[in-house]
């Protein structure tokens, strides 16, 4: 769950890194991602006492964007994917790209990528669509070029 973009959870859900209690450590990335979510003295309480969080404890966190029943899961998650939908896949690439690196280096190499992310976008047909679409009055429609 820590790799993912985007978490949703139902409200039964239980979730925790745990693994102090079975004598190992998390694995997969979990002694570093989770620091860089919630900030390393919480990572460090949740993993050295291997509590198990509930699915609001987690929302609260950060860990999740929203917790909703079994019977509303499916459609809280198409409907986030059908608002990023509506935006420039190139744009979204981009800022998903910048987004993800902003916690791998300083803020002055952050900045630079995203410049250069930034200048992906500047010249595609997607930007040159929306703006023809907002000087029409229209909702663009995008091609991902």
Request: charged residues 25%; glycine residues 8%; proline residues 3%.
């Amino acid at each position: 769950m820590l790799a993912c973009d985007f978490a949703i959870c139902t409200e039964n859900a239980v979730m925790g890194l745990t693994e102090t209690s079975w004598g190992i450590i998390p694995g997969a990335g979990g002694t570093q991602r989770l620091p860089r979510v919630v900030g390393e003295m919480k990572a460090k309480e949740l993993i050295l006492t291997a509590k198990r969080l509930t699915a609001m404890e987690a929302k609260e966190l950060g860990l999740v964007l929203s917790v909703v029943s079994q019977e509303q899961l499916m459609g809280e998650a198409r409907e986030l994917a059908m608002a990023m939908l509506k935006n420039a896949p190139i744009a979204l690439r981009q800022a998903n790209f910048a987004i993800k690196q902003a916690g791998n280096v300083d803020l002055q190499t952050g900045l630079a990528l995203e410049a250069k992310a930034y200048e992906l976008t500047l010249h595609s047909e997607d930007r040159k669509e929306a703006l023809l679409a907002f000087s029409e009055k229209r909702k663009p429609v995008f091609s991902g070029n």
